[in-house]
Nanobody, 123 residues
Framework: HVQLVESGGGSVQAGGSQRLSCTAS????????MGWYRQAPGNECELVST???????YYHDSVKGRFTISQDIVKNTLSLQMNNLKPEDTAMYYC??????????????????WGQGTQVTVS
């Protein structure tokens, strides 16, 4: 079965950096668009960044220039490098996998597999 496991969250001071990782199993990693979502208490789930199976990327305006998404298809790993973190980046971050072979774009309904989340706290 499909499994996504995030790691790398924790507490960091504003201006600092963190790297999130997501290890995927149970599907052909290179066939799916992948994404990072986040949800802060009281807020809706927000798309942070996506990367297509072709390597094209998208970033929410609030993280452009600070976050970098990448994937290692050989290791079945998705990463999110977060630099110059701000308190407003505090949230639970989720890794998501899109339907295989489908151009998911920014459609959250297309992402049908989710990890358990990793907490990022910026103070």
């Amino acid at each position: 079965h499909v499994q996504l496991v995030e790691s790398g969250g924790g507490s960091v001071q504003a201006g600092g950096s963190q790297r999130l990782s997501c290890t995927a199993s149970g599907f052909t990693f290179g066939d799916s668009d992948m994404g990072w979502y986040r949800q802060a208490p009281g807020n809706e789930c927000e798309l942070v960044s996506t990367i297509t199976n072709g390597g094209s990327t998208y970033y929410h305006d609030s993280v452009k220039g600070r976050f970098t998404i990448s994937q290692d298809i050989v290791k079945n790993t998705l990463s999110l490098q977060m630099n110059n973190l701000k308190p407003e980046d505090t949230a639970m971050y989720y890794c998501a996998a899109g339907l295989p072979g489908v151009d998911c774009g920014l459609n959250p309904r297309c992402y049908n597999a989710w990890g358990q989340g990793t907490q990022v706290t910026v103070s």
